[in-house]
């Protein structure tokens, strides 16, 4: 940590609640990798099953969903050691974020690709229903996202700021007990009732749900790969910006935030007094930024304009005319 405070080779030196931030958020990243391995170990599972127990088609299919899920968060995990390495830190080159993002967006891909693959599969080449023996994969899958997601959810706990990428893991993880559960529950009810619709209706349902749930991941992380990020996340990092401001004792005039995934930069405009000198002006505008940085959590880099406070208009007396007044009864008139 000691050579991260002098700087770099540049002279560049490196903020440390800013190396702070970005290495908390890629040692929680770490969440991401144990659920990759979680996931390999599922899938391998449901290999074994589908070769040496029964060919179902469902099976099959679902434990190439955890492989697929086993790749994508392992990307996930590296893209955000990445963007925390050393060298990204040095140069402050914090737009490598928007890997995190790019990431996201293509596990969200990936998973709607796999879920109509599933579902096709499952409504298509199935024409009798999987032993119900086998209805065990997926609903012990479902049990075990449904345990990934309360482990990442008590690591979140600790982090003040919103990590973009583990927040998809979690919804993933949250379709995924739906859809396995619901599997499951299907291939259980088709062999009660002997016919293979009970276990076709219910994923055509399921599936479309997730899939709607998948394409507002992809548009929200869209979002933060191509532009400022989405609307409501930007507005609510600009409220916090503009409330530490005020409590700090500044008027804020304007304030823009772009969003890198998990992480943010800001430009505030705040008003000084006209009287303030340059020099005066610029060590408030320092300290002002220092102590966003301290006050947002997502916040890695502030630039403060400092502008003349504008000048309150003066208020006009108010004139009271006498024919306003109230007269005493009778008053003025002729006799």
């Given at each position: 940590?000691?050579?991260?405070?002098?700087?770099?080779?540049?002279?560049?030196?490196?903020?440390?609640?800013?190396?702070?931030?970005?290495?908390?958020?890629?040692?929680?990243?770490?969440?991401?990798?144990?659920?990759?391995?979680?996931?390999?170990?599922?899938?391998?599972?449901?290999?074994?099953?589908?070769?040496?127990?029964?060919?179902?088609?469902?099976?099959?299919?679902?434990?190439?969903?955890?492989?697929?899920?086993?790749?994508?968060?392992?990307?996930?995990?590296?893209?955000?050691?990445?963007?925390?390495?050393?060298?990204?830190?040095?140069?402050?080159?914090?737009?490598?974020?928007?890997?995190?993002?790019?990431?996201?967006?293509?596990?969200?891909?990936?998973?709607?690709?796999?879920?109509?693959?599933?579902?096709?599969?499952?409504?298509?080449?199935?024409?009798?229903?999987?032993?119900s023996v086998l209805a065990l994969y997926p609903i012990g899958s479902g049990l075990v996202s449904?345990?990934?997601?309360?482990?990442?959810?008590?690591?979140?706990?600790?982090?003040?700021?919103?990590?973009?990428?583990?927040?998809?893991?979690?919804?993933?993880?949250?379709?995924?007990?739906?859809?396995?559960?619901?599997?499951?529950?299907?291939?259980?009810?088709?062999?009660?009732?002997?016919?293979?619709?009970?276990?076709?209706?219910?994923?055509?349902?399921?599936?479309?749900?997730?899939?709607?749930?998948?394409?507002?991941?992809?548009?929200?992380?869209?979002?933060?790969?191509?532009?400022?990020?989405?609307?409501?996340?930007?507005?609510?990092?600009?409220?916090?910006?503009?409330?530490?401001?005020?409590?700090?004792?500044?008027?804020?005039?304007?304030?823009?935030?772009?969003?890198?995934?998990?992480?943010?930069?800001?430009?505030?405009?705040?008003?000084?007094?006209?009287?303030?000198?340059?020099?005066?002006?610029?060590?408030?505008?320092?300290?002002?930024?220092?102590?966003?940085?301290?006050?947002?959590?997502?916040?890695?880099?502030?630039?403060v304009v400092t502008v003349p406070s504008r000048p309150r208009p003066k208020r006009k007396p108010?004139?009271?005319?006498?024919?306003?007044?109230?007269?005493?009864?009778?008053?003025?008139?002729?006799?």
């Open positions: 940590m000691k050579a991260w405070r002098r700087g770099n080779s540049r002279g560049v030196r490196a903020p440390v609640p800013v190396v702070r931030k970005i290495l908390i958020a890629s040692e929680e990243a770490n969440g991401a990798l144990h659920v990759a391995v979680v996931s390999s170990i599922l899938a391998l599972i449901g290999f074994a099953l589908y070769k040496y127990s029964y060919p179902s088609g469902i099976v099959l299919f679902e434990a190439l969903v955890w492989l697929v899920e086993a790749l994508s968060f392992m990307g996930i995990a590296l893209s955000m050691k990445i963007a925390g390495s050393r060298m990204m830190l040095y140069r402050a080159r914090y737009e490598f974020f928007r890997v995190e993002a790019l990431a996201s967006v293509v596990v969200g891909l990936v998973s709607v690709v796999m879920v109509f693959l599933v579902v096709f599969k499952s409504i298509v080449g199935v024409r009798e229903p999987t032993p449904y345990v990934l997601e309360s482990y990442l959810k008590r690591r979140l706990r600790k982090v003040s700021f919103k990590l973009a990428s583990i927040h998809v893991v979690m919804s993933k993880l949250r379709y995924d007990v739906l859809v396995e559960i619901g599997g499951g529950i299907a291939i259980l009810a088709a062999n009660f009732l002997g016919n293979v619709l009970a276990e076709k209706i219910p994923l055509l349902a399921i599936g479309a749900y997730v899939v709607h749930g998948l394409v507002a991941i992809i548009y929200d992380n869209a979002l933060y790969l191509l532009g400022p990020g989405p609307y409501k996340h930007m507005v609510e990092v600009r409220r916090r910006i503009a409330r530490a401001a005020r409590r700090l004792g500044y008027s804020v005039r304007r304030v823009r935030v772009t969003l890198y995934g998990s992480f943010a930069e800001a430009e505030v405009w705040v008003e000084l007094g006209g009287e303030q000198a340059l020099k005066e002006a610029h060590r408030r505008a320092l300290h002002l930024a220092r102590r966003l940085i301290h006050e947002v959590p997502e916040l890695l880099r502030v630039l108010v004139e009271v005319h006498e024919s306003s007044r109230e007269r005493p009864e009778g008053a003025g008139e002729r006799q």
